[in-house]
């Protein structure tokens, strides 16, 4: 049984361009999280989705980014028009259940994003 | 609000010897506590959790007790491994939210 699975494991962007970072979900599992890592920094949450809903973006910055659990194939966590401090390492997890479970969460391995 | 802070890093130790990883959170409701791992170009794996007062977690020998009076969640193991070298995460989540908080993270590195 494959785990979460991320694309890339690395990016490069110029400033302006847009990155788009994939994530599939351990199978069965239908609620995905995804998280980013600053430099010596920790995880931050950025958004929580189910198939084809987002049910929290709290942590999401408010302009340039979006993020899409389409009901067939990956979540997709989309950065448009990036700048130097979108560099990053973006983590997805996955969950059978969903919030109030206290379900476990399974991480990917990241996509590295740097921004030249 | 609510946040978790941990004791920075690096911790350098030789092999055999006795680890701790110091973890303290504050949150405003009643948190589930974990402890995740990351190895070098890996994504965090799930080391152990507890999720109520006095839980003790454990897992490959690590070992965290919830304590609410100290509010803390500290990672023990009597004998590491040079395998056990990475970098570790303190977390939390309270019940009916569905983010994880994390700290910023200890690295680890055990020599021979």
């Known amino acids: 049984n494959a785990g979460v699975m991320q694309n890339p494991r690395h990016l490069v962007r110029r400033r302006g361009q847009e990155a788009r970072l994939r994530c599939s979900p351990m199978k069965g599992h239908s609620h995905v999280y995804w998280y980013r890592q600053l430099p010596e920094e920790g995880l931050k949450f950025m958004v929580y989705l189910q198939k084809e809903n987002i049910i929290d973006e709290s942590g999401m910055p408010k302009e340039r980014f979006s993020a899409e659990f389409p009901k067939e194939g990956p979540s997709i966590l989309r950065i448009q028009q990036v700048v130097r401090g979108d560099s990053a390492a973006y983590f997805c997890a996955s969950s059978l259940l969903g919030q109030g479970a206290n379900n476990e969460q399974f991480f990917g391995p990241g996509t590295r994003l740097t921004v030249l | 609000g609510n946040s978790v802070t941990q004791m920075e890093g690096p911790v350098t130790l030789s092999e055999e010897a006795f680890l701790t990883i110091n973890c303290t959170y504050t949150?405003?409701?009643?948190?589930?506590l974990f402890w995740y791992v990351q190895y070098p170009g890996e994504g965090l794996q799930l080391l152990l959790k507890?999720?109520?007062?006095?839980d003790k977690g454990s897992n490959k020998g690590f070992e965290a007790t919830y304590r609410k009076e100290t509010t803390s969640f500290h990672l023990e193991k009597g004998s590491v491994q040079v395998s056990d070298s990475a970098v570790y995460f303190c977390?939390?989540?309270?019940?009916?939210?569905?983010?994880?908080?994390f700290g910023t993270g200890t690295r680890l590195q055990v020599f021979p």
């Open positions: 949150a405003t409701g009643y948190p589930s």
């Open positions: 507890a999720t109520k007062a006095d």
């Open positions: 977390a939390l989540s309270i019940y009916n939210t569905d983010k994880l908080i």
